[in-house]
């Protein structure tokens, strides 16, 4: 029989074990043909600091990088291995990164809806990963990230401003080769440059660092 649906608001209290930790039942199916899966900057300095290997060959080895189509900002993907195209890091059932996987993996049992008072509803799908009277508030599902609500806050604000500012700023530059060096330099600022001791500091600074730049590139192109 079918695990009933609940919706789930970000405050709600649900009405069975909602104090019980759930746990990674390793049914593999957030790690299967996932490779559109987004990967944040925040999700990068986890990764990062849990095997502690230089960000720029970690994104190399285990990321594909690519442009958003409509944002046109500097993306990162999963890549996935070619046999069943499962996420790299999954190895029999088992995920590398234990505790340190991207926030995309473990919203991967929700559904994000809007309800009709535009509050954001998470709606429990049918997942070994929320088994039957195992609910338990959003919020704590995602308790392992470091400073989750500052830093998705920060990430947010920048890309909204990259966003906004490439519409202007791709109609000013004409030249590839400009082009690729803007990307190259952009790339460099939101997901690799460490300017900071723990993540929210590098954040914050990266935050500044991008603004500066957009700055500067508003009165040279005369946006």
Avoid at 15 to 22: D, G, Y
Avoid at 25 to 44: A, F, G, Q, S, V
Avoid at 61 to 70: L, R, S, W
Avoid at 106 to 119: P, Q
Wanted: contains cysteine; glycine residues 0%; proline residues 1%.
């Amino acid at each position: 029989m079918a695990k009933e649906k609940r919706n789930l608001m970000l405050e709600d209290v649900l009405e069975k074990s909602k104090h019980e930790k759930n746990k990674c039942t390793n049914c593999n199916d957030c790690c299967i043909d996932e490779k559109d899966y987004l990967i944040t900057p925040i999700d990068i300095l986890n990764i990062k600091n849990y095997f502690n290997l230089d960000a720029e060959y970690l994104i190399n080895t285990y990321f594909n990088i690519d442009v958003g189509h409509f944002s046109k900002v500097p993306i990162l993907t999963l890549k996935t291995l070619k046999e069943d195209e499962s996420c790299i890091f999954n190895r029999m059932s088992l995920c590398l990164l234990d505790e340190q996987n991207p926030k995309i993996c473990n919203l991967k049992s929700f559904d994000v809806k809007f309800s009709k008072s535009k509050n954001v509803l998470y709606i429990n799908k049918d997942s070994n990963c929320l088994t039957k009277n195992k609910n338990i508030f959003l919020k704590n599902w995602l308790s392992k990230f470091d400073n989750i609500d500052e830093l998705e806050k920060i990430w947010n604000e920048i890309y909204l401003s990259l966003f906004l500012f490439h519409k202007k700023l791709l109609s000013k530059i004409n030249d590839i080769d400009e082009l690729n060096i803007y990307y190259n330099l952009i790339f460099y600022k939101i997901y690799i440059e460490e300017n900071g001791k723990t993540n929210l500091e590098i954040m914050k600074n990266r935050k500044k660092e991008l603004e500066s730049l957009m700055n500067y590139l508003k009165e040279e192109f005369k946006i």
